[in-house]
């Protein structure tokens, strides 16, 4: 039986979640999290696998915001290795973002 404790990966896991929400899309000024880029995040032993997406295939600064959230997780205590991947399917839409997002570009409703 668990004693419903969280595991130390887990506690990574929220940890790493919250670093990228340092991690801006300069485009729209907003977090890669509350975007909704960020698709999955596992841990396992201290290797940290990220799932993002981008908005769209063509975006200018894909690359930038990768190497931004693969620097920002790397910083954080307990991490032996990051993997961040780039992946397109399910599609991004703006379903996917948090509410707070949606209000502040204007597409509440």
């Known amino acids: 039986m668990t004693s419903g404790a969280p595991s130390e990966d887990d506690l990574l896991r929220e940890r790493v979640r919250a ?3 340092d991690v801006i899309d300069p485009e729209v000024g907003l977090n890669i999290v509350d975007l909704g880029l960020v698709y999955g995040v596992e841990v396992q032993g201290g290797e940290v696998t ?5 908005t769209t295939p063509a975006c200018p600064l894909g690359d930038q915001i990768v190497e931004d959230a693969r ?9 032996v290795a990051v993997h961040v991947d780039l992946v397109w399917e399910p599609p991004w839409s703006p379903e996917r973002m948090s509410p707070e997002a949606r209000q502040t570009l204007g597409w509440s409703g």
């Open 50 to 54: 990220v799932q993002l997406t981008m």
């Open 19 to 21: 670093r990228l929400r």
């Open 71 to 79: 620097d920002r997780i790397s910083d954080e205590v307990g991490v």
